[in-house]
């Protein structure tokens, strides 16, 4: 259970911040840039999940409400690295494959009444479209930064959280065209339309 008492600390004026089993590390290290990105993204997302309650399907917007939930565990995951604490008794929260799982059902779903693209999409169309692409574009700079740190800490770094993150952007993006009436008011990239 998570208890917040105070919203400042002031245990961060040096530069560091806690991680999830006690110790401390730079604000700037690559596990901080790994889990505050993911804090990152699921505040985009939070922009869509607006946008989607504008729409009469709640569907989409039920997603995105369980997806954010899961955002946290990802968090959860990264700010704790992979090692002894796993051995205790009660060892840190993980992302589970099922986790994972879920969202390639939910792309599966959504990309089966998609026509197929012959060209990339620009972001846009609808506003919950718009939204959706910005979500996206932060979960890959998330996952870029996952990937960074499981370079650095290979054994203390869950590759189930980059796995995760690498669907969510699929998924965010196939959304994106469900948004835009299942692609057909995508805006489409023209090479070269404007030398």
């Not at 779903?109 to 574009?137: C, D, I, K, M």
């Amino acid at each position: 259970m998570v208890k917040i008492n105070k919203v400042y600390t002031k245990s961060g004026d040096d530069g560091t911040t806690a991680l999830g089993f006690g110790g401390r590390t730079s604000k700037t290290s690559p596990r901080v840039e790994a889990y505050g990105t993911v804090d990152e993204a699921n505040a985009t997302l939070g922009l869509a999940v607006i946008e989607s309650d504008r729409v009469p399907n709640a569907e989409v917007g039920n997603l995105l409400r369980r997806i954010q939930n899961d955002l946290f565990d990802v968090g959860a995951d990264l700010c704790v690295p992979v090692g002894e604490a796993d051995r205790g008794e009660h060892p840190p929260l993980r992302v589970q494959p099922s986790q994972t799982e879920h969202l390639e059902h939910a792309i599966d779903r959504y990309n089966e009444r998609q026509e197929p693209l012959t060209s990339f999409v620009l972001p846009g169309g609808s506003p919950l479209a718009a939204a959706l692409h910005v979500a996206r574009t932060t979960v890959r700079r998330a996952e870029r930064r996952t990937v960074s740190l499981m370079e650095a800490e290979p054994a203390a770094t869950s590759p189930e959280t980059v796995r995760y993150l690498n669907r969510l952007s699929d998924l965010l993006f196939v959304l994106g065209r469900a948004a835009n009436d299942d692609g057909r008011q995508d805006v489409l990239w023209k090479p070269g339309a404007n030398r």
